[in-house]
């Protein structure tokens, strides 16, 4: 059965940087797209940031510059490195893959059970 486990999250101050990982597992042979996404209270989930198993990368307009997404292949995780950290970037960080061959099948589509990011002084 797959599981992501997400890690990094906590309180920060406005300024500061913080990286997020998650390692995917379950017996999984490759993932297309590896991705975080966020979802501030009383706000619907949005893309941050995402990377396919070539290395190409996709990042929404307001953390571009400021966060780079990595992955590890052999590893099955992604990581979200985030710098100059601001308030209105305070969510509930989540994992997703799509794409993924396991040994239970194709999975298309799963998340993460999400972490939480607090910037605040």
């Known amino acids: 059965q797959v599981q992501l486990v997400e890690s990094g999250g906590g309180l920060v101050q406005p300024g500061e940087s913080r990286r997020l990982s998650c390692a995917a597992s379950g017996s999984i042979f490759s993932i297309q797209t590896m991705g975080w996404y966020r979802q501030a209270p009383g706000k619907q989930r949005e893309l941050v940031a995402t990377i396919t198993s070539g290395g190409n990368t996709n990042y929404a307009d307001s953390v571009w510059g400021r966060f780079a997404i990595s992955r590890d292949n052999a590893k099955n995780t992604v990581y979200l490195r985030m710098n100059k950290l601001k308030p209105e970037d305070t969510a509930v960080y989540y994992c997703?893959?799509?794409?993924?061959?396991?040994?239970?099948?194709?999975?298309?589509?799963?998340w993460g059970q999400g972490t939480q990011v607090t910037v605040s002084s």
């Open positions: 997703n893959l799509r794409g993924a061959e396991s040994s239970s099948g194709y999975i298309p589509n799963y």
